[in-house]
């Protein structure tokens, strides 16, 4: 609303207003609620009577921040710039959480809002009772700024100084229309999950990004599918294929957390890291809303969010149909070979005589009236033996003519055999079922094809890629330091960065990164995904790594990788040279499968970021064989001819942080 009509507006009938609108938190917390948006209301009210060049302004109450599943206190929309405004009422502190709480907020309209861009956007925290220091103003410009501190007192002064100091921008913000414009948040993997879970819609949430028709379009295309599967009584198969960070996880949150919920539907993985953290993060949301209840809420997320190795030994010990109608499988290109499943179940408690795609059919077809599987497939993301590749599941589709298969062409044009899927007779078309545009990567949707021409040793394509989307969201550096420092720097809000690295750069330990996550250990991964610096266990705390097999299906904001010598240039020649450390000495592996998984390893970590990854390479030691300095010098020579920008450049985040210190 205008603020001369919010001036005239009774605090009561406004309250009310707000009540209505958010009729769940006013309940849940009927008392406090009630008093913090009297307190806010009366507080703004008199910071801004008076002042007849505020008038004209709007001031919008319970923004909704769409991919926190938050709202924001107030914004404050000027023509010059916007004003972020989270009021903590009764508090006699500045906290780091609430800092950061606001930030965050500051740092989305400026990710995803159209009308905030090449704007400054400025965050301040109303702590009501507390004693603010002096202001040290921060360059007002393009950007979210760094948060300012006021109380119930300071608050009136603050505003009107912020509004003489913001400069005339080129073209002023049109305040009539700025909550109605376009507002297109790109949710994290943890984020969507939990608005999934408090039956919120992701729709909106990803339709507005850049990718929304192709995300949408498959996501419809998989509730359509199993809402005919249902109608029709069939058993129906549906291949999910996409370039890493395209949204197939997000499309199989949507089936499980949707219209699957009714059916029984579950989200089955391989991935303990991925179950740990998804499983935590919607039992820590959930118990947010009902205090008290985090045991009851884990018990909750572990029937929606199940380990794939034990729903199917469950159903083969146990040969009954089982609850789910619904099940969605990530990584399902994954899934062991038959011949890698027999041989591993022999020392197991239930031994396997198939392929676990033949034993997951199986499974499904037990159901009398219907079900679906949603297998996600993501491309260049094998890491381990054993793993059959869509080729495994051609082969087990092509004994079982039950089933109705639908797919895009692109399950039949990949190079690897393993990754192709056979002609299956009746296969159905559905080339809505392929993601091709990345939506993780938020700045350049030009990472995951740069990543691939990188490890392809495609040097011309990966510049061509660079020149024509500069700048690319890879900075390289040859210091530990200046990458934990720039990390620290550019991880603002909520925002959460962390080391990553190979398992196989067993000589990293030399430089002082000899701590990896262990990832089979849910607690620690838990902390280390979920927990925020000053807690020494979270990623933000940079000093543990996560391997390829601690962070794949997931993400971070800003990334540090750290490039061992596992996977090297050879002079002259186009392919890296993969590597294992055995004993004291580099060795050459022969298995093609194991040099393809290296390399997989690689894609998987260039592929974890957000915003931005920074690629370490090492100095190496010339007194140390095993840490050749000419080794490393040739890594960082490629990566940084591919287009990788040298770190001594201003960070693109620290840029539109508009942070003086950098400055």
Same mark, same amino acid.
């Given at each position: 609303?205008?603020v001369? &009509?919010?001036?005239?507006?009774?605090?009561a009938?406004?309250v009310?207003?707000?009540?209505?609108?958010?009729?769940?938190?006013?309940?849940?917390?009927?008392?406090?609620?009630?008093?913090?948006?009297q307190?806010?209301?009366?507080?703004?009210?008199?910071?801004?009577?008076?002042?007849?060049?505020?008038?004209?302004?709007?001031?919008?109450?319970?923004?909704?921040m769409?991919?926190?599943?938050?709202?924001?206190?107030?914004v404050?929309?000027?023509?010059?710039?916007?004003?972020?405004l989270?009021?903590?009422?009764?508090?006699?502190?500045?906290?780091?959480?609430?800092?950061?709480q606001v930030?965050?907020?500051? !740092?989305?309209l400026?990710?995803?809002h159209?009308?905030?861009?090449?704007?400054?956007v400025?965050?301040?925290l109303?702590?009501?009772?507390?004693?603010?220091?002096?202001?040290?103003?921060p360059?007002?410009?393009?950007?979210?700024?760094p948060? !300012?501190?006021?109380?119930?007192?300071?608050?009136?002064?603050?505003?009107?100084?912020?509004?003489?100091?913001?400069?005339?921008?080129?073209k002023?913000?049109?305040?009539?229309t700025?909550?109605?414009?376009?507002?297109a948040?790109?949710?994290?993997?943890?984020?969507?999950?939990?608005?999934?879970?408090?039956?919120?819609?992701?729709?909106?949430?990803?339709?507005?990004?850049?990718?929304?028709?192709?995300?949408?379009?498959?996501?419809?295309t998989?509730?359509n599918?199993?809402?005919?599967?249902?109608?029709?009584?069939?058993?129906?198969?549906?291949?999910?294929?996409g370039?890493?960070?395209?949204?197939k996880?997000?499309?199989?949150?949507?089936?499980?957390?949707?219209?699957?919920?009714?059916?029984?539907a579950?989200?089955?993985?391989?991935?303990?890291?991925?179950i740990?953290?998804?499983?935590?993060?919607?039992?820590?949301?959930?118990?947010?809303?009902?205090?008290?209840?985090?045991?009851?809420?884990? *018990?909750?997320?572990?029937?929606?969010?199940?380990?794939?190795?034990?729903f199917?030994?469950?159903?083969?010990?146990?040969?009954?149909a089982? *609850?789910?109608?619904?099940?969605?499988?990530?990584?399902?290109?994954?899934?062991?070979?038959?011949?890698?499943?027999?041989?591993?179940?022999?020392?197991r408690?239930?031994?396997?005589?198939?392929?676990?795609?033949?034993?997951?059919?199986?499974?499904?077809?037990?159901?009398?009236?219907?079900?679906?599987?949603?297998?996600?497939?993501g491309?260049?993301?094998?890491?381990?033996?054993?793993?059959?590749?869509l080729?495994?599941?051609?082969?087990?589709?092509?004994?079982r003519?039950?089933w109705?298969?639908?797919?895009?062409?692109?399950?039949?044009?990949?190079?690897d055999?393993r990754?192709?899927?056979?002609?299956?007779?009746?296969l159905?078309?559905a080339?809505?079922?392929?993601?091709?545009?990345?939506?993780?990567?938020?700045r350049?949707?030009?990472?995951?094809?740069?990543?691939?021409?990188?490890?392809?040793?495609d040097?011309?394509?990966?510049?061509?890629?660079?020149?024509r989307?500069?700048?690319m969201?890879?900075?390289?550096?040859?210091?530990?330091?200046?990458?934990?420092?720039?990390l620290?720097?550019?991880?603002?809000?909520l925002?959460?960065?962390?080391?990553?690295?190979?398992?196989?750069?067993k000589?990293?330990?030399?430089?002082?990164?000899?701590?990896?996550?262990?990832?089979? &250990?849910a607690?620690?991964?838990?902390?280390?995904?979920?927990?925020?610096?000053p807690?020494?266990?979270a990623?933000?705390a940079?000093e543990?790594?996560?391997?390829?097999?601690s962070?794949?299906?997931?993400?971070?904001?800003?990334?540090?990788?750290?490039?061992?010598?596992?996977?090297?240039?050879?002079?002259?020649?186009?392919?890296?040279?993969?590597?294992?450390?055995?004993?004291?000495?580099?060795?050459?592996?022969?298995?093609?499968?194991g040099?393809?998984?290296?390399?997989n390893?690689?894609?998987?970590?260039?592929t974890?970021?957000?915003?931005?990854?920074v690629?370490?390479?090492?100095?190496?030691?010339?007194?140390?064989p095993?840490?050749?300095p000419?080794v490393?010098?040739?890594?960082?020579?490629?990566? !940084?001819a591919?287009?990788?920008?040298?770190?001594?450049?201003?960070?693109?985040?620290?840029?539109?942080a508009?942070?003086?210190?950098?400055?």
């Amino acid at each position: 609303m205008r603020v001369s &009509d919010f001036l005239l507006t009774d605090h009561a009938a406004l309250v009310a207003q707000l009540a209505r609108a958010d009729m769940q938190r006013f309940e849940r917390n009927h008392a406090t609620q009630l008093r913090a948006w009297q307190s806010t209301i009366g507080l703004l009210q008199e910071s801004l009577a008076g002042w007849q060049r505020a008038a004209t302004w709007e001031l919008i109450f319970e923004y909704p921040m769409r991919r926190l599943n938050r709202r924001i206190d107030a914004v404050l929309v000027m023509p010059r710039g916007v004003v972020v405004l989270e009021f903590k009422v009764g508090a006699d502190q500045f906290t780091a959480e609430n800092r950061r709480q606001v930030e965050d907020y500051a !740092l989305d309209l400026q990710d995803f809002h159209s009308l905030s861009r090449g704007h400054p956007v400025v965050p301040i925290l109303v702590a009501t009772d507390a004693v603010p220091k002096a202001v040290e103003w921060p360059l007002l410009i393009a950007g979210a700024t760094p948060v !300012l501190d006021a109380s119930r007192q300071t608050l009136p002064g603050l505003l009107r100084d912020l509004c003489e100091r913001l400069p005339e921008p080129s073209k002023r913000i049109d305040t009539a229309t700025w909550e109605h414009a376009p507002y297109a948040p790109v949710p994290g993997i943890v984020d969507a999950a939990c608005t999934l879970y408090a039956h919120h819609d992701v729709a909106e949430i990803s339709a507005a990004h850049a990718g929304a028709r192709n995300l949408s379009t498959t996501t419809h295309t998989i509730l359509n599918a199993i809402v005919q599967a249902a109608l029709n009584q069939q058993h129906r198969v549906l291949f999910v294929t996409g370039i890493p960070g395209a949204g197939k996880t997000l499309c199989g949150l949507n089936a499980v957390f949707g219209t699957g919920r009714d059916s029984g539907a579950a989200f089955l993985t391989g991935n303990p890291t991925l179950i740990h953290v998804l499983r935590e993060a919607l039992a820590r949301d959930a118990a947010r809303e009902e205090r008290g209840k985090l045991r009851a809420a884990r *018990h909750r997320a572990k029937t929606l969010i199940q380990a794939l190795p034990a729903f199917r030994d469950h159903y083969i010990k146990d040969p009954i149909a089982p *609850h789910e109608h619904v099940i969605v499988i990530d990584e399902a290109q994954r899934a062991w070979s038959a011949q890698h499943a027999i041989r591993k179940g022999r020392d197991r408690e239930v031994q396997l005589s198939d392929s676990e795609p033949g034993h997951l059919l199986d499974i499904m077809a037990r159901h009398q009236e219907w079900s679906v599987i949603v297998c996600l497939i993501g491309g260049g993301q094998e890491i381990h033996d054993g793993e059959g590749g869509l080729a495994e599941w051609g082969a087990a589709l092509a004994r079982r003519p039950l089933w109705h298969v639908q797919a895009s062409s692109e399950v039949s044009r990949a190079a690897d055999a393993r990754q192709r899927l056979t002609n299956l007779p009746g296969l159905q078309a559905a080339p809505e079922l392929h993601l091709d545009i990345p939506v993780r990567s938020i700045r350049n949707a030009a990472a995951a094809p740069w990543v691939d021409a990188v490890l392809n040793g495609d040097l011309a394509t990966a510049r061509d890629l660079a020149d024509r989307n500069a700048p690319m969201p890879f900075l390289l550096t040859r210091e530990l330091g200046a990458m934990r420092a720039w990390l620290k720097h550019a991880a603002r809000g909520l925002r959460r960065c962390g080391l990553v690295g190979s398992s196989g750069g067993k000589r990293l330990r030399a430089d002082g990164l000899g701590a990896e996550l262990p990832h089979m &250990d849910a607690d620690a991964v838990a902390h280390w995904f979920l927990d925020r610096w000053p807690d020494v266990r979270a990623s933000d705390a940079l000093e543990v790594l996560a391997t390829e097999f601690s962070c794949q299906g997931l993400e971070l904001d800003y990334v540090g990788l750290s490039w061992s010598g596992d996977l090297v240039r050879t002079p002259g020649q186009r392919n890296w040279l993969v590597r294992d450390f055995v004993g004291t000495k580099w060795q050459l592996p022969r298995a093609e499968e194991g040099i393809a998984n290296r390399v997989n390893t690689y894609r998987v970590l260039l592929t974890r970021a957000r915003y931005e990854t920074v690629i370490w390479t090492p100095r190496g030691d010339r007194n140390d064989p095993t840490r050749d300095p000419a080794v490393f010098d040739a890594i960082a020579d490629f990566l !940084l001819a591919c287009g990788a920008r040298p770190l001594t450049e201003v960070p693109a985040a620290a840029e539109a942080a508009a942070d003086p210190l950098l400055l």
